[in-house]
């Protein structure tokens, strides 16, 4: 049975479920791989024609790189695997903190944490996204210092690995199921009848089946350039995790079945996916714009 605790000092309940249950149920994909190629292809697609061009002509290498952290899953990496998982979720109903609230710095939200609380029970996901945004960032910088082609070609490797790595974590943020305990079926009370098992296949397999590249072009807007990065994308995280419930209502109406297809479940998924193309492409573009300056 979970046990509930409420943390001294704030109204918020922190939901805490056994470990055995959280390690056995941990989530593996938030999308199959092509729906990770689609996230970073229609952001790379929707890029200025002033921004960089050497990042387009690297499109097949980006593309690559999107599943990437979820082939460090490998029972041949045992350790990888195990230190990785956790950048993958963020189980928000978990943590005991408002997206105001969120530290910047994985270490500090750690000791935020209450008691016996382990980051692998609740997710580390902002800070997966953020430590590779900055090293994006950090690589822009470079190559606006070394102007020569020679200097820059290894740079651009750089960057190009790091973009396409972002689109993963990026993308993962933008599935519901990854942002929620319920992530492979309702835990806990279901007054609602929701699923209760195999949730994350059916959703992976439902957007894989029926979300294409010129749906999701068509929903995305130029680039934003982000203020505050680290405040963006925990607002990011917060928005698709209030999707959670409209997720499982959906689907316990019959919204994503696949033949036919219902348009309100379709609009849903394209609407998930969209979001995280269109934070992908805002992150590049701010990491791009905010290199070049002193």
């Known amino acids: 049975m979970a046990k509930v605790m409420r943390l001294k000092g704030t109204s918020s309940i922190f939901l805490l479920l056994p470990l055995s249950i959280l390690l056995w149920a941990a989530p593996s994909f938030a999308w199959r791989e092509n729906t990770h190629h689609l996230i ?27 599943p990437e952290p979820d082939r460090w899953k490998s029972k041949e990496a045992e350790t990888l695997k195990k230190d990785s998982s956790p950048e993958h979720y963020l189980f928000l109903e978990s943590i005991p903190l408002s997206a105001s609230q ?12 209450p008691e016996k609380v382990l980051p692998e029970d609740v997710g580390l996901l902002p800070f997966a996204i953020m430590d590779t945004y900055q090293k994006l960032f950090l ?29 993963h974590y990026v993308g993962d943020g ?19 009848g929701y699923p209760t098992s195999n949730m994350h296949a059916s959703m992976e397999r439902y957007a894989q089946e029926t979300i294409r590249l010129k749906d999701l072009r068509s929903e995305l807007k130029p680039p ?4 505050d990065p680290f405040k963006s994308v925990i607002e990011y995280l917060f928005a698709s995790y209030a999707q959670v419930e409209t997720l499982y209502s959906l689907d316990k109406a019959g919204g ?29 573009y701010t990491a791009y714009i905010e290199s070049k300056k002193e």
Do not use: C
């Not at 934003?224 to 203020?227: F, R, S, Y």
């Open 40 to 66: 970073n292809e229609a952001a790379l697609q929707a890029l200025p024609s002033d921004f960089p061009s050497f990042l387009k002509e690297e499109q097949s290498w980006i593309l690559y790189q999107a």
């Open 102 to 113: 969120f530290p910047q710095d994985r270490f500090s939200y750690m000791r935020a944490l």
């Open 139 to 167: 690589s822009f910088k470079a190559w606006h210092k070394n102007h020569t082609g020679d200097k820059r070609k290894p740079i651009e490797g750089n960057i190009t690995y790091y973009a396409g790595l972002l689109g």
């Open 174 to 192: 933008a599935m519901p199921l990854h942002l929620t305990i319920h992530h492979d079926g309702w835990v806990g009370k279901n007054p609602n």
């Open 224 to 227: 934003t350039l982000l203020q």
């Open 256 to 284: 994503f079945q696949e033949k036919p297809i219902d348009p309100q479940g379709k609009a849903f998924m394209l609407q998930a996916v969209a979001r995280g193309s269109q934070m992908l492409l805002d992150l590049w």
